[in-house]
């Protein structure tokens, strides 16, 4: 087996030629934390090939090569359970500095569930095949997608519910994905189009596939607090939205019709009434669990959400229909807003409620920060200080940002918005069927520079796992480290059911983290979102390491994983490892 050369020769002894090899590698004298919650204990582990072949006393066994891990902790790998790996520029790029996935193996992070909020390729077939021959940094389990089954079949009439006939053939691609490409489960992206349009029985009958196969059903759910992100007062008068309860209430009922496998995905709860109501929505889900019901949680680590980093307060009406322009164009938001300006009075009262709306959905001015701006006086400032600055209204701040900055840029200047509550975070973590997901992508820190520094990226991106176990875990103690461990690793592998994965125990693959707790820190912040993190000083993914002494190897040694109980695919030639 071939390991990556330079690994420091004060952590390495080579074992001699005349001793016996009994394996391939031995991690010696480090605290185990095995990732079933029991608890730890100082031990060795050994590899051979891409499986844990020992753990114990191995003082008489020998390697040709052994490293010394004493006072570190020695983990099953991370397994994320909302990933975004599949994007171009993540594993399916040309970049083999991308397909590395190196700020999730920085993480300790060995395995991802892809394929999220209802998406998914055509062919599940040529996405396996892609990652395959190309080689990949981490293992994966492929998803099927909801939104994209009901493209597949409702063509270019999507805005309506499917019929009878249309689910049933979204059950037949869903069971061909389950039967023959190698899919875990179905994802879900009720927020978005065209899964916005589905009916609860839609989701129903199409959950009632998955269990025969063990599969996983992981749902972005239609509203994540007052309302969904597509909802403004304006376009939507008198009509009240879907809310966070009304979608619990929905992923209850499947979970409880089917027994399915079902995760409510980064959970969250935002706007009045909902952010800072963390214990309200666990009673909700442990009456459920109580029941009998299959729930789960997963979340992230950080009080800011995707959609916060492209905050715009300003609805897209006001600006011509839209916040972004597309590589190849310029849009002059400013000129936009100033025709809108010019409309008649009712328009004001319109933009008024609307601006409120969205600023109170992202939790208020006082949670809105002006990351970028040509003024460098509010760079730093919340849209609740520069309303104080100016003696101004919500609204009229919002359009002095857009006509004195950045014509080019929605809004006028770059925002982010802290929409989430820390302590319903930690509360959320506290539970013991809580799983981790980044919803993060693969991120190059050194192309994320410039104007591009807070494009396309977020903490989470780089620091989930370390500031879960470092921060919440030891800092604020929501639980114990073993506790935060099972989370990360056996609870996610039961949910997604890779059996092989998630322990630290002999016949399982060799996906292992070390870990200098000393030292694990989540190094990113607001202001600088793209930094890897600290004290992750070992990984491996199937035997090979992806970090070593905390450096990123760029090693390709991720798998497309097949789900257990069916027959394998095949698999093309995987491509050689740096």
Not at 201 to 215: I, N, Q, R, T
Request: with cysteine; aromatic share 6%; charged share 20%.
């Amino acid at each position: 087996m071939n390991y990556p050369s330079g690994l420091l020769l004060s952590l390495v002894t080579l074992v001699t030629p005349a001793f016996a090899r009994e394996f391939d590698l031995i991690l010696r004298g480090g605290t185990v934390i095995d990732g079933t919650g029991t608890e730890r204990r100082i031990a060795d582990v050994a590899i051979t090939g891409d499986t844990i072949a020992a753990v114990g006393n191995l003082s008489s066994s020998t390697a040709p090569l052994e490293i010394n891990v004493s006072g570190w902790v020695v983990a099953p790998g991370f397994i994320d359970m909302h990933a975004h790996l599949d994007r171009d520029e993540g594993l399916l790029s040309t970049d083999p500095r991308r397909r590395a996935a190196q700020n999730f193996v920085a993480q300790g992070i060995t395995t991802g569930a892809v394929n999220q909020d209802g998406r998914q390729p055509p062919s599940l077939v040529e996405e396996r095949q892609a990652m395959q021959v190309a080689g990949i940094g981490v293992n994966v389990a492929l998803l099927n997608g909801h939104n994209a089954l009901r493209a597949m079949v409702l063509k270019d009439d999507q805005e309506r519910a499917a019929t009878e006939a249309e689910i049933e053939a979204m059950k037949a691609i869903l069971r061909r994905g389950m039967e023959e490409e190698g899919s875990f489960g179905l994802s879900l992206g009720l927020e978005y189009y065209s899964g916005r349009y589905s009916t609860t029985a839609e989701l129903v009958e199409l959950a009632k596939v998955l269990p025969e196969y063990g599969g996983l059903y992981i749902a972005h759910q239609r509203s994540q607090g007052i309302a969904p992100m597509w909802y403004k007062p304006s376009e939507n008068p008198g009509v009240p939205p879907p809310t966070l309860e009304v979608s619990l209430g929905e992923t209850i009922r499947v979970a409880e019709t089917t027994g399915v496998n079902t995760v409510v995905t980064h959970m969250k709860g935002w706007g009045p009434g909902y952010r800072g109501q963390a214990a309200k929505w666990i009673a909700l889900l442990q009456a459920a669990r109580d029941r009998g019901a299959r729930l789960f949680i997963d979340l992230y680590a950080f009080d800011s959400a995707g959609s916060d980093g492209d905050f715009v307060m300003l609805p897209p009406w006001s600006l011509g229909g839209r916040t972004s322009s597309r590589p190849d164009e310029t849009i002059d938001f400013t000129a936009q807003l100033r025709l809108t300006l010019d409309s008649p009075a009712s328009t004001m009262h319109d933009l008024v409620q609307d601006v409120e709306h969205q600023v109170a959905l992202k939790g208020g001015a006082e949670n809105v920060v002006i990351l970028d701006y040509p003024d460098p006086n509010y760079i730093g400032k919340t849209i609740a200080e520069i309303m104080a600055l100016r003696q101004a209204t919500l609204t009229e701040v919002a359009i002095a940002l857009q006509l004195e900055g950045e014509s080019t840029k929605a809004g006028g200047a770059k925002m982010r918005a802290l929409s989430l509550d820390e302590r319903d975070v930690a509360l959320y973590f506290a539970q013991p069927w809580a799983a981790v997901g980044t919803d993060g992508w693969v991120v190059l820190p050194e192309e994320a520079v410039g104007p591009l520094k807070y494009i396309g990226t977020n903490r989470r991106c780089f620091g989930t796992f370390p500031r879960r176990l470092g921060y919440f875990s030891q800092e604020l103690q929501v639980d114990s480290l073993e506790e935060a461990v099972r989370k990360a690793t056996s609870l996610p592998a039961d949910i997604i059911n890779i059996p092989d994965r998630g322990r630290l125990v002999p016949g399982k693959k060799a996906d292992i983290v070390v870990l200098d707790m000393a030292h694990l820190r989540d190094q990113t912040s607001v202001a600088e979102p793209n930094v890897y993190p600290t004290g992750v000083q070992h990984v491996f993914v199937n035997g090979i390491a992806a970090v070593r002494n905390g450096q990123r190897t760029l090693a390709l040694a991720g798998r497309v994983l097949d789900p257990p109980g069916r027959p394998a695919l095949a698999r093309p030639q995987l491509a050689s490892n740096p």
